[in-house]
């Protein structure tokens, strides 16, 4: 049995982390095989769960969990190694990783072992951006919107080859 990296991505950030796996174990010699969640039918996803032991599983972030695809993924997964990784547009702050990741766990069944995580910030639709200039129009004392505006323009470098280099390092480490 080998290792299968699932992930759902939206804008292509995510995708950079399971890139980076697969490429990372590929380039070992190991047996991995890479699947775009949203691409495959769920037959075969369950049944290249089935095939794996070791499952790394990520997501782009929506509403502060996991997105709804990934979520029934979650739950699917039974009896596996786990490694869990996500972009998010709220970067830089590992307690915010940590929430993140305590609501991810809620979704995976206790009999599945959660081997190591990877977090990091993703940028953000332009959308976004023009949402928070127009609120600072409407609300120019709120200096939450600034902070928000600031972490925007902080997330369109993200990932970056510093944070794919951080998960190189915590890949090495998980065995
Ligand atoms: C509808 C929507 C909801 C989002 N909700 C959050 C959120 O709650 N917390 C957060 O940190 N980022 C949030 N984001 C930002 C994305 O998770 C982030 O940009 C991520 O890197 C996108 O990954 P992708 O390129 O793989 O789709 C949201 C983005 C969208 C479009």
Redesign the pocket.
């Known amino acids: 049995m080998g290792k299968l990296v699932i992930f759902d991505?939206?804008?292509?950030?995510?995708?950079m982390l399971a890139d980076k796996i697969y490429d990372f174990y590929k380039q070992k010699g190991e047996e991995i095989k890479i699947i775009d969640a949203k691409k495959e039918n769920e037959e075969e996803i369950i049944k290249s769960i089935n095939n794996s032991d070791i499952i790394f599983a990520g997501s782009?972030?929506?509403?502060?969990d996991c997105s709804d695809k990934m979520k029934s993924i979650y739950e699917k997964i039974l009896n596996k190694k786990i490694f869990v990784f996500a972009?998010?547009?709220?970067g830089g702050d590992k307690t915010y990783y940590s929430k993140l990741l305590e609501r991810v766990e809620k979704h995976i069944d206790k009999s599945n072992q959660i081997i190591g995580s990877f977090y990091c910030q993703?940028?953000?639709?332009l959308s976004v951006k023009e949402r928070y200039i127009s609120l600072i129009k409407a609300n120019p004392e709120d200096k939450n919107l600034k902070v928000s505006l600031e972490n925007f323009n902080n997330a369109l470098a993200h990932p970056n080859d510093d944070d794919l280099l951080e998960l190189e390092k915590v890949l090495k480490n998980i065995y």
Do not use: A, H, Q, R
């Open positions: 991505s939206l804008t292509g950030n995510t995708k782009w972030t929506d509403k502060g972009t998010c547009g709220f993703g940028k953000m639709p």
